[in-house]
Each structure stands twice: as C-alpha cells, then as structure tokens.
C-alpha cells in the first residue's frame, strides 16, 4: 500500500515529509541502540530490510493514486521491534522508488507515516496488546499483522483525503467524504489482502517461535518469562507421551508438615484426581480409589499394553491380506523364494 | 544495473548527481508547472541517451510508474474539479480533475526518469559513499548495501522454496497457501538471521566491524 508519487503537493508535502523525517530519526535511533546492543546482528537489519522490500512490491491497483500489496512491515515490527520497523520500511520505501518506481520521492514521507507508523508501530503495538492479553503467538502476531494493514490504510486513506479536501483545487467532497470513498474502495481490494498478512505474520511468527524460541528470546519478541512458558509447554507435551509412574517418580511435593507425598510410585496428586475429587464432592460423593487400580501394581499396566500391542502386531502382520487385500499377480512368498 | 562504460554521465561525480536529484524532485512538487515538468523529464531522459544507458532499463523507468500514474491520473479527474467534461455511466471526469491529473502524472514521470539517471549513471556503491559524505548515518548506509545486496538472494529463496511448495500441493486452496506462505516466510526470516550472523563472523574475520 503506497501512496503513488506526484499525488502530494504543497502543505500536504511538507508536513508528511516532516513528519516523516521524525519517524525516521526515531527508528534511525533505535538502529543505533540495536547495533550498540548487539553488535553480532548488524547485518540482521538489512536482511529484514530485504526481507520488507520483497514482501511489498507485489502492487494491485486500487483507487485514486495507491495500489496495494502485503505490507510486510507489521511483521518486522513484531520482530525487530517498532522503532527499527519503521526505519526500515522507510529505507525499504526509498529503495523501492529508486529501483521499482514505486512510491516515490516526493510521498517518501507519507508512505513511512502510513507503513512504518501504522504498519510497523501499529503491529506492534496490537502485538504486545495480544501478549499481554494473554494469547498465544499466532493469535496475538495475527491481530497485529490485521492490524497494522488497517492501520495503515486508515492513515493513508486520511492523508489522501486530507490532502484532496483541504489543499487540491475545487474539491468535490469534506474530508470525510473523501475517506468514505476511499475506504469504500479499499474494502474489496485490501480486506483479504489484511486477512491474508494476517494468517501469515501470525503462521510466521509461530512458525519461528516452535522451531527456533530461542530467535524470539535474543529479538526480545518474547521475554525471558515467556520462552520459559515456551519451553515448559514443550515439555509438558512430550511428556504427554510418559506414563504416571514415570512422572510419579521424579515428582516430589512436599506437604505441610515437610514430608514427602511421593514416597511410593503412583501416589502423586495430578490434576485428574484433584478434579475429580472436586467434581465428586461438589456431587455430594466422597472420592475414593478406583475399583480396579492398576497404578498400585507397578508396571502392570504397561507390561500389559505392550503385550497386547505386540499381539496385536502379530495378528495384523499375519492376516494383512485379509484386512487390506492382496495385490492381484503380485508374487507369494514360495513364488519369490523360487525365483 | 549501472551502465560500465565512462559516457555522458557515468563520470559525474555521484555527490553532484545525488543534489541534482534532489533538486529537480523539490522543484518539481514546489513550482507545480508542467513546462519544469516536461523540462525536466526531458532533461532525465536525454540524460540517459547520452550516456548510453541499456534501452532495456529506460524502458523500464518509463512504463513502470505509467502502472501507478493511471490512478492518479483518473482518481483527480473524477475527484477533483467543477466543469463535467466525460460521463462514463456514474463517473463524471471533471476538467479541472483532469488537467490536474495530467499534471501530477507528468510529475511522476519526471521524478522517476531522474530516479533512473541517477541509479542507472551511478553504481550503487558510489550512491552509497555519496551519502556517506553528506554525513547519513553509517548505520543507514551500511543498511542499505546489505539490502540492495541480498534482496534478490532471498527472492530467489523464497522463489525456490513456493516452487518446492507447489510441487508438493502446498499451494492447493487458500488455507494451506496461506499457511505454506507463513511457514516459507518463517524459514525466509531465519535463514537470513543465521546468514546475518554468518556475515558478521566473516566481516570480524578479515578485520571489519
């Protein structure tokens, strides 16, 4: 989402071109503090800046003078923070006018107000308010890529229309009327565009989120807390796959009185019974053991499963033909032997 | 994408270049004329003629901002003016609408035929150290080298890495696009983390910063 070159004059020039200049001061500054702070990264900023220029050239024309695309700039802001967001889509943007002619000179400043403040500043902020609300990644870096593309096209749509009610020559409508239209055409154009940055900056995020935590953790996306109720997720659902006694074995609570409760396998307190036991007494039934506990034999339980998952092996590798069919003119076992 | 050769303005100093740039774009949005307009685009292009710049290119800065001067050009002419001049069903193009449309598209023209001087005259390394000298933050600079330099690496990745997607069917239907582009653009962002690492490694290897 660009604003196109040439549609911005006079008053509406200078104040976006200023306005401009601030936000890339901010964001330069931020760079600055970044690289002081993480020297080993340096090169990261232009790699994002790459990866923010590739995202946002792909142009659809929408209505009086902006075409649309991806913006790409809620997800740096998510990554890299919403000063350095900003920089970079500014920088991106001047990229893009000198090799693509796209944007352009004189709407630099009102394309880093639209991408970087809306679309950078906004995704993050819509980022950190999910966080804080308490979602999970995907849904939290989902609101802000929304976000930030509908920020960005109410503040292009409000500078456009500025522009057109307050300073161009006979206008036709208030600036209100311009923006009604302009956001009437923008509703068909850029909804799924900002559906579609959506599912990604949120797939995106997740996505490096499971495979690399560690990336957010250095990028400060995530705190120190939060990698921590990362990784203790990963734990808890591989150790889905572990049967009580062995959790039972390394677990060890500590009751008032400073004893220990686990002092057998299969006697800790897991969420099952404290549920169950809540339900029954909410009920009006005391709780009690159940009638057949295999928990107090040991391994029991898995000798059995694992016996009868190799009966059932057995069963299945024999008589597969019966199940699945045989392949008709394959060759049978006596056939391949004689061959 | 810079012409090798030293003709017309390829040994210009690319300080002068990048003032000249400056210049004409800021006298072009301040005096509104479209004789400087028409002037200064004709400048820009014979610019390029003389030094001989690929016809492939130019062509290239002529007819890519025409996709964004369109709008604009139709937008003003039926957002902007009193006297009606067309109506096509609903839209009425206004006079004045559409002599201030030709305008900003002639200045859009202009602005990216000098965008094109400049970038096809200067290699970008002397674009980067001309912005040096007027004392841009190294940071800003270094920035955009890195940029301009692995933008077309991590397209052909991303390229490469859809291409491998769709012969897989991980482009069948807009859910599994979508979730195939978030999961490609995730490997795109840490691929280029590892390789910005790798970088700096290598830079502190031979000396750099």
Redesign the interface.
Known sequence: M?I???????PS?WATTAAGVVVMAWG?SD??RF?KEQ?????????????I???SLI?I???????SHPCGTP?AGI?LGPGIGA??AG??L??Q??????G???TLGANILSLGLGGAVGGWLFFKLGRNMGLPLLAAAGLGGLMGDILTYIISGSILGGH?AFF??????SFGG?LA?IMAAYVPVQLPIAL?EM??????????GR??PD?LKALRVISGTALAILLMCGIAVSGLSLSPEVWASGSVSVTEEGKSKADKPGSYSGMDEKVNEAMAEAAGAKPHDPFINLENKGDVWNAMLLAGGGLAGFIIGRSWHLLFGRIKDAPNDRQQLKS | MAVRSHSGLRGMNARLKLVSVVVAVLFNVVMLDYRLSLGLLLTAWIGMAVSRAPLRHVAWFVLAPLWATLPVVFGLAAGLGQTPLIKIWSLTIYHEGLAQGGLAGLRVLADTAWAGLLFLTTPFTEILAALRWFRVPDVVADTLGFMYRYVFLLWEEFCAMRLSAHARGGLVGWRREWRTTGTITAQIFLRAYDRAQRIQHAMQARGGA
């Not at chain 1, 196109?4 to 006079?10: A, C, K, W």
């Not at chain 1, 024309?61 to 075409?67: D, K, L, N, S, W």
């Not at chain 1, 161009?168 to 409508?173: E, G, S, T, V």
């Not at chain 1, 599912?199 to 490096?208: E, N, P």
């Open positions: 660009h196109s070159e040439g549609i911005l004059t006079g020039f330069v760079m600055k690289i020297p080993e990264r340096k090169p990261l900023l232009g790699m994002a800046g790459a990866f220029f590739l995202v142009p024309p929408a209505y009086i003078g902006t075409c997800l990554l920089a970079l920088l991106s001047l990229l006018a000198l090799l693509f002619a796209h352009g000179f004189i057109l161009a020559p006979q206008p036709q409508y311009y239209v579609g599912a990604v900056t949120g797939i995106a995020v997740r996505s490096i495979q690399r990336v």
